[in-house]
Structure formats: structure tokens, C-alpha cells
């Protein structure tokens, strides 16, 4: 489903000096497959996830989704491809704020192109406890309950692949296993690739594959 090969990313310091972020000789993983990302704060886990989802593009090599190496298409063609085959559950939620949970939820379908499902919408936004919430724009709903929202959003569309960046980080104690055990279930039982990035130690032990990013990251 996923493959990395000689993906390499730098940024430039304020002395105009390149500053490596990723070397990554190879990174797979199986359609299917469910695997947790994790490192230290500031080695490079948001960038491989933006390289994956095509919001930014490596410097070099290759990101292969579903068979199609997705640096080659050009900035409107990622954009499209992403709605059309990746989940992303965004640390900063990414909501729309002039718009309902439900209207984020169905907003999202739309952009893929694929039509809106609003029973699916309504469901997932119940799976996530915010069924009586539905009706409600982000700046009426909690942190955690716009990260709810966020979930439901990044699952609406039936990827093929969920890209889930710290997906219980601003969710309370009581909802962090309701988070997981629905993203888990659903990329489960609707054959969904799987890569969440977390520093929670209770969260990464659940999961069979667990990768520390500097394990196979050249540049740090």
C-alpha cells in the first residue's frame, strides 16, 4: 500500500544553510497493515507524514500509494489523489470554522468527489460521542471534541489509507481508547492502511508494529 524508497527532505536555516529532516532508504507498509510511528519531538514525524500525503513534496525519491508514486504528479494532482485515497487526522484539527461537526464531516466527503454519505457522517460522529453535537460549529465545541470531529472526518470517505498524527493528544482521558478502538476497528473492518503517530506508550502498545522514526530516518 505504502513505499518510501530514497525519500530525502531539507529545509533551509535562517544562514541559508540546508538542514536535513528525512533520509529514508525504504519504509513499507502493507495494505491492511496497521503500524505506530513514534520519536522525539522535532525528528521529522510530521514532515514524513506531509511527504506521504503529498501537502509537501521530498526533495528526492519516491512515495508510492496504492501503486502510484505520488511525486510525480504535480501540486492540484496530490491534492485530488489525497482526497480520493488518504485519511489524515491533522494535530490542529483543520476545521472549518463557519461550518457545523456534521458539516465538516460532509464537507470532506464532498471534496473527494465521491458524494456525501450523511448516514455515514452522522454515525461516525456518534462513534465518537458527539452525536448530540452534530449541529454544533468548532469554536462551540471542546479541543478534544473538535479532535473527535477531526477522526470522523479523516474516516468519512473509506480510504485506503489513514494517516493519523497524535490523534489522542488533545482528547481527555476518557475518550483517548474510544479514539483508538474507532479508527482501529473501522481501518479493520474496512481493509484501511493504518499509520498513527503517537508519544503515548499506552496508545503505541496496542499495535503489533511499533517504528521509532530515528530507527531508519538517515538524518538524524
Do not use: W
Not at 48 to 60: E, M, V, Y
Not at 139 to 155: K, W
Amino acid at each position: 500500500m505504502l513505499l518510501l524508497k530514497d525519500v530525502k527532505k531539507s529545509f533551509r536555516e535562517p544562514d541559508g544553510n540546508p538542514l536535513p529532516i528525512l533520509d529514508i532508504r525504504e519504509f513499507r507498509v502493507a495494505a491492511s497493515e496497521q503500524v505506530v510511528l513514534m520519536g522525539r519531538s522535532g525528528c521529522g514525524k510530521t514532515t514524513l507524514l506531509h511527504c506521504i500525503a503529498g501537502i509537501s513534496k521530498p526533495d528526492s525519491g519516491m512515495v508510492e500509494i496504492d501503486g502510484l508514486d505520488i511525486t510525480r504528479l504535480s501540486e492540484a494532482g496530490r491534492d485530488l489523489f489525497r482526497a480520493d485515497k488518504l485519511g489524515y487526522v491533522f494535530q490542529t484539527f483543520n476545521l472549518l470554522p463557519g461550518f457545523s461537526a456534521l458539516e465538516n464531516v460532509l464537507l470532506g466527503m464532498s471534496f473527494a468527489g465521491k458524494g456525501v454519505d450523511t448516514a455515514r457522517a452522522k454515525d461516525l460522529l456518534g462513534r465518537v460521542g458527539l452525536g448530540h453535537r452534530l449541529t454544533h460549529r468548532p469554536a462551540a465545541l471542546s479541543v478534544g471534541e473538535q479532535q473527535r470531529v477531526a477522526v470522523a472526518r479523516a474516516l468519512a470517505n473509506r480510504p485506503k489509507l489513514l494517516l493519523a498524527d497524535e490523534p489522542t493528544a488533545n482528547v481527555d482521558t476518557a475518550h483517548q481508547q474510544q479514539i483508538i478502538d474507532l479508527v482501529r476497528n473501522t481501518c479493520r473492518d474496512e481493509n484501511v492502511a493504518l499509520l498513527l503517530v503517537t508519544h503515548t506508550p499506552e496508545v503505541a502498545e496496542q499495535f503489533e508494529r511499533v517504528e521509532r522514526l530515528e530507527n531508519f530516518n538517515q538524518a538524524g
